[in-house]
């Protein structure tokens, strides 16, 4: 019988959508791990950005990160690592001077820094530039062996690679108020008005000096609205009026959906929920009870802002009482219900559940850092759709999928409602990477099956 070696021979063993870090966790794992077992498999990485970059959008001069440095990618799986953020400290000359700061929580400059320094140890396995646009089953025998997925480049091109299984992880993808997301859709062109956080540092300055001539002639500031109660709405928030101050030409309204900022709990005993061990007590609770203990423990990462930025910025606000100047505001309690284009900008409406009113106002910038989506993974895959049900995830991680399937697909980030509140976030990405390598190596023994088959 001819045997199609392209289909039972893949490429790569592994293929990993995206190169953040949950992706990058996971190549350090595999690399820590080949070299103990000598069991190395043939990976590559597919990553839509030109190069590797953090959240680039949002790595304003003040941030900080939200975790000790001690959660980085390695640490807390094995501390003498060489890829943890103390090893890159040293390799930049810095550690020393790092230390008498006397802080866990580096900049986000600095950690996307480091992000990039390990990265940059994997530049032959990953393809930068290439955004994967959906994947296929490839069979023989009666069964599903490989996976065809394409991807395509800025310039249009399109590149299938097979392989014979998958990591996703794709992050999240942005997300704004239907009422936005219509006039988006639409193509109106009051959209190009509109700045979503991810796109925050690339975009602002265009679309503030778009507005700056506009407002002048009009003999007032620019206008700008900031969406959203959590820690990126309140960053945004706090950029916007130092950049105001340096010319006096902005006015910048946060619009929040609740009635107050509200702090991030970030205490000793909360943040246990985070350690790695959590993971197994949620994963196998029931959904019901997974999701009381969500609503109980929002406050952790969600709508949140960390307590030293909401201090600065109440004192902002109490500075303008002092100085009876009331230029920025903090709009609380306000639901966006139309998006509208004005004669200069957006006109948005509001319900004020506080008044009982509802208010439109103009506004000719509006920053929506209102979260993001964390199904993108389930799009790329839909041309699987027959071998994966209703997406149940192991506690491995791992795709279930039908028995005529004999690919892995693990999930990374796409399994909070699982795997619990950390899963999103950079907390358990050390033992998370170990923990996919583990099953990767269950899987091994399948992936020595499909080998064989091709030589039969
Ligand atoms: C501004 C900001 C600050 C944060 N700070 C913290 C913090 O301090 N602590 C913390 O624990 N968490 C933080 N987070 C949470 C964040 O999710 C994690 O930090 C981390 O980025 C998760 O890594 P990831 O690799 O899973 O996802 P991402 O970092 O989102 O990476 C996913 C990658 O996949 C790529 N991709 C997506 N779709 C495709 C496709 N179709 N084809 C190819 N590539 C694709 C993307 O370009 C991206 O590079 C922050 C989030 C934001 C937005």
Known sequence: ?????????????????????????????????????????????????????????????????????????????DPCSPFSFLKYLQSQ????????????????IEYDGYLRWAASS????????????????????????????????ADGSETTRIAANLVMAVG?????????????????????????????????????SASRAEAQAAGR???????GGGQSGAEIFQDLVQRGSLDDDLDVSLVIRGSALKPAD??????????????????????????RFFDEYRGTNYSVVDVDLLERLYELFYM?????????????QRHLTAATPGRHGLALTFDDLARNVTETSEFDVVVAATGYRRDDHRRLLEGLAPYLGDHAVGRD?????????????????????????????????????????????????????????AVA
Not at 128 to 145: D, I, M, T
């Open 1 to 77: 019988m001819a045997v199609d070696h392209s289909v039972s021979l893949p490429t790569l063993d592994l293929l990993g959508i995206g190169f953040g870090p949950s992706n990058l966790a996971l190549a350090i794992a595999l690399d820590e791990d080949a070299r103990a077992t000598g069991r190395r498999l043939k990976t590559g990485f597919i990553e839509k950005k030109p190069d590797f970059a953090w959240h680039n959008g949002m790595l304003l001069q003040d941030s900080r990160m939200q975790i000790s440095f001690l959660k980085d990618l390695v640490t807390l799986r």
């Open 93 to 108: 000359g810095r550690l020393e001077d790092f230390v008498n700061l006397r802080s866990f929580l580096p900049t986000r």
């Open 122 to 153: 994997f530049g032959e396995q990953i393809h930068y530039g290439e955004a994967v646009l959906g994947v296929k089953p490839r069979s023989a025998g009666g069964k599903v062996r490989a996976l065809e997925v394409t991807s395509r480049r």
């Open 172 to 208: 999240g993808r942005p997300s704004l108020p239907a009422p936005l997301a219509a006039l988006v859709e639409r193509g109106a062109p009051a959209a190009r008005r509109l700045v979503h956080s991810s796109g925050y540092l690339p975009q602002i300055d265009a679309a503030l």
């Open 221 to 227: 500031r620019v206008r700008v609205a900031v969406l």
């Open 266 to 291: 970030d205490s000793p005993f909360v943040n246990e929920i985070f350690n790695a061990d959590f993971t197994d007590s949620i994963y196998r609770r029931s959904p019901e009870e997974r999701q």
């Open 320 to 332: 303008q009482k002092v100085s009876a100047q009331p230029r920025h505001t903090l709009l609380t």
């Open 397 to 453: 991680y791992r795709l279930e999928t039908r028995e005529d399937f004999l690919p892995g697909i693990w999930i990374q980030g796409g399994c909070e409602a699982t795997h619990g509140l950390s899963d999103t976030l950079l907390s358990i990405l050390a033992t998370r990477s170990a923990e996919i390598c583990a099953s990767l190596h269950d899987a091994y023994e399948t992936l020595a099956q499909q080998r064989a088959h």
